[in-house]
């Protein structure tokens, strides 16, 4: 064979696997950075993708769904001056605090986060100190110790991500979770006998709101009660008062009408006086002593029941 034509036929080989090198496949999960001579192209969707064979072009995969997990605090170091997780608080004291960070690259910054991605987790834990140490800063050591791990999540996750889209990162912050927030070894007994005492003083409070608001709404119910009683003893006293009122009112006409006769006003004072007796007598007040009367009716002598004469 022609030695021309071996070595044309080796050349046309390798340059089809070469060319073949540029046959990239990203997977659904996986977003690629390409390098073109170092400098960074758009990133490749999930897909096959034909690019500049190796040498030339580079790519990056990406994983875009993973969500990754940074822990910081309570993690010693000997030759540290100040050990990590141990923070400042408002009022001077120490906190150990460790927390772990849950994260995911940002896919539309994808080509950010390849520039630092063999070192993102060292500049995401520098970062996360450093706003711990400010959130820390900012509050005493009660409120922090009582509420800090309830709060941390929503007031230190805006904070990082706002400093991580500054640098370009290409991160996006899911969740933190303070798995750790106590007072030093040494004092801890001490924070632990004041925050005992401070749940006591708590539900002694409690207790004195709940029987407060049970004796208001005692207090409620009998004012209820006496002003419905009032209503209806209003309503029995108007009641009553129309129909004596009515009462007279046809009496009056009886009497004029009967040309004012002195017996129809004998009659009259007969049947009042009997039904004023009456009620005397349900009430248990006064008595009737003599039940005589003068010849006038105006001879009339009354003493208290059980009296004797």
């Known amino acids: 064979m022609n030695p ?5 036929l080796l050349a046309l080989i390798f340059l ?4 073949a090198t540029g046959i990239t496949l990203i997977a659904p999960f996986e977003r690629g950075v390409v390098r073109r001579f170092g400098r960074v192209l758009k990133p490749l969707p999930p897909g096959p993708h034909w690019l500049l064979p190796w040498g030339i072009d580079r790519v990056d995969r990406v994983a875009v769904d993973r969500v990754r997990s940074t822990t910081i605090g309570l993690a010693r ?4 001056i100040t050990p990590r997780g141990l923070l400042v608080t408002g009022d001077h004291n120490l906190v150990q605090v460790e927390v772990a960070v849950q994260w995911r690259v940002d896919p539309a910054q994808v080509a950010d986060f390849s520039q630092v991605a063999d070192r993102a987790e060292s500049i995401l834990s ?19 110790l ?15 991500q706002q400093r991580l889209d500054r640098l370009g990162m290409g991160i996006l912050l899911t ?7 106590v007072p030093p070894d040494e004092v801890k007994g001490a924070f632990d006998l004041v925050a005992r005492s401070e749940a006591g ?7 004195a709101k709940q029987e407060a608001d049970t004796r208001n709404r005692a207090a409620q119910s009998e004012a209820y ?9 209003a309503e029995n006293q108007k009641r009553l008062a129309q129909e004596d009122a009515t009462r007279f009112l046809a009496r009056l006409a009886a009497y004029q009408t009967s040309g004012s006769s002195p017996m129809y006003l004998r009659q009259v004072w007969e049947e009042e006086r009997g039904r004023l007796f009456s009620k005397m007598r349900e009430n248990n007040g006064i008595g009737l002593l003599d039940h005589q009367l003068s010849e006038k009716g105006l001879d009339l002598q009354l003493a208290p029941l059980g009296s004797k004469r």
């Open 4 to 8: 021309l034509r071996v070595i044309g």
């Open 225 to 233: 009660r006496v002003g419905q009683e009032a209503q209806t003893r």
């Open 126 to 144: 520098q970062v996360i100190e450093g706003t711990l140490g400010e959130w820390a800063g900012e509050r005493p050591i009660d409120p922090l």
């Open 16 to 19: 089809a696997a070469w060319g």
């Open 175 to 181: 969740d933190a979770r303070a798995s750790a927030l």
């Open 146 to 160: 009582l509420e800090g791990k309830v709060r941390l999540a929503t007031e230190l996750l805006p904070r990082v």
């Open 201 to 207: 003083r708590q539900t002694l409070v409690t207790r």
């Open 77 to 80: 170091e000997e030759d540290a």
